[in-house]
């Protein structure tokens, strides 16, 4: 056997003393020729090893460089450092695998987001990176806690699919023709009869659709999975393959929804706030320096611990589209014309910055908003009574923007058709789907919450493409 090891984190949990460990990991500094900073990714902490003058040999000891990997088998003792309250005093070093110092480009130093973005292959290496992705694996293990603990069904929604849940279009096809010479049809179209699947396919832009037939035999399902959308928005807030969580609830209407989707996120954010209590730690003090580059009015007022215990305890701020229109209309940004986009009239879709005034500037919380115009919105919204809106419903998050979209689904036949044939919606591809509504329909709601959202809001990041590992944008799937 070779795994005997004990874990860092462990070893560094407890104030225990004077017993023999193997501890096996990266070298991430060197010291005086003695002291060896070792991480092994459990924890951000790295253990201190002491290799003691004149006990190893010269080969040995030129090799202990940072980012090789090495097996160390000593004794824990009490360390006389400070910083830590144990170390480990060598006894046997062996270089697993050498790394030479001079090419390895990770140096014991700060290094951009931007250089750590070039090479994301070797950035789980770092601090900052072992953070967030501890945090990410800890969400994602609370998501699927949350809603195994209220008795809701994971159903795996497919990822090839041939409806486009949104009727975006914004989708990457799916095809095992050979693209140099398709199929055609007489009148030269591509003739998808013949592809793999009989017709064209794409990948999944939402689970929802199919969420829903689940939600209509199992009462409460999610799914947690890739979505894909082909949108050349090259933001800071937008991925091409991105994971979304999306609980889908039979006997729900919009307030159960919103109720729902402000305990879950509370419950997530509560979960690392106790079980990734370091990295958080880490991260905080990382944006605190980060801060400090910024003029003093632009810096934020809380810092990202109290920005999360904010969040958990308070109420998020709900009001209504109508609502929130009035009040971007009567602020002195809009007067002043400091909007990209003046909102002038009710009707029109809110951009991110009308978006990040409410939550920042107005209400300085999470805000949802409900009741959404229905030409702005989705075929399968519910008609609100007023016959202008729909029982929908965005979380904005400070920071963030819109972090969860949802609503109340239309759960009456006729009034579903009749919205989809005014949409151009195809009734009849998506005969499946009207079933819900033909045999024992209910009212159902559900939401989505962008995953990577999420983690950019936990961890204070700002860029999308540092809180996924493998981040596909327009013109990058690389690694
Ligand atoms: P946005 O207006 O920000 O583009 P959207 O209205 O297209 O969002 P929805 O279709 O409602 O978003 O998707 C549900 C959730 O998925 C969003 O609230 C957001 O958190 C997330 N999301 C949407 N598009 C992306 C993307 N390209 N990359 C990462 N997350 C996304
Ligand atoms: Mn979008």
Do not use: C
């Amino acid at each position: 056997m070779f795994n005997n090891r004990t874990k860092i984190k462990e070893l560094l949990q407890s104030d225990k003393t004077d017993y023999d460990v193997i501890v096996m990991g990266w070298v991430r500094s060197f010291r005086n020729n003695q002291f060896i900073a070792m991480n092994d990714g459990s924890t951000n902490n790295n253990l201190q090893v002491v290799a003691e003058l004149g006990k190893f040999d010269e080969t040995t000891l030129r090799k202990i460089t940072t980012g090789a990997s090495i097996k160390v088998a000593g004794s824990i003792i009490s360390s006389l450092g400070k910083g830590q309250k144990v170390e480990l005093k060598a006894k046997t070093i062996e270089i697993l695998g050498e790394s030479d110092a001079d090419k390895f480009p990770l140096q014991p130093k700060k290094h951009s987001l931007e250089f750590l973005r070039e090479i994301a292959h070797l950035r789980f290496r770092t601090n900052t990176f072992g953070s967030i992705f501890r945090i990410r694996h800890s969400l994602a293990f609370a998501v699927h806690k949350f809603f195994n603990d209220k008795g809701f069904v994971y159903l795996h929604t497919p990822i090839i699919t041939a409806s486009d849940a949104e009727g975006a279009g914004e989708t990457f096809h799916v095809t095992s023709f050979d693209l140099e010479n398709p199929p055609k049809n007489d009148d030269g179209s591509v003739n998808f009869k013949e592809d793999f699947f009989g017709k064209a396919t794409n990948l999944t832009v939402s689970g929802q659709l199919e969420g829903e037939l689940g939600a209509m035999g199992f009462g409460e399902v999610y799914t947690f999975g890739p979505t894909f959308r082909a949108e050349n928005s090259n933001t800071t807030r937008h991925l091409a393959e991105f994971w979304m969580i999306e609980p889908e609830m039979a006997f729900s209407d919009l307030d159960d929804n919103a109720n729902l989707a402000e305990e879950f996120i509370k419950y997530i954010i509560g979960y690392v706030l106790d079980n990734n209590k370091d990295d958080l730690e880490f991260l905080a003090s990382r944006l605190l320096e980060e801060e400090k580059q910024k003029p003093l009015q632009e810096r934020s007022e809380m810092g990202l611990l109290e920005k999360l215990q904010f969040v958990i305890n308070n109420n998020f701020e709900r009001l209504t589209y109508t609502e929130a229109i009035d009040i971007l209309r009567e602020s002195n940004h809009n007067k002043k014309k400091k909007f990209q986009y003046i909102i002038d009239k009710w009707g029109v879709d809110l951009q991110s910055e009308h978006e990040r005034y409410l939550v920042e500037k107005h209400f300085k919380k999470p805000v949802i908003l409900t009741n959404y115009p229905k030409e702005i919105k989705a075929f399968y919204m519910r008609s609100n009574d007023d016959g202008k809106t729909v029982a929908a419903m965005d979380i904005l998050a400070p920071g963030i923007g819109e972090i969860v979209g949802g609503s109340q689904r239309e759960e009456r036949l006729d009034k579903l058709t009749e919205r989809m044939k005014e949409m151009n919606i195809p009734v009849e591809e998506l005969s499946w789907y009207l079933d819900t509504r033909r045999f024992g329909t209910v009212p159902h709601a559900g939401f989505g919450l962008g995953f990577e959202r999420l983690v950019l809001f936990v961890t204070g990041m700002t860029n999308i493409r540092d809180v996924i590992p493998f981040p596909r944008t327009p013109k990058s799937a690389e690694f």
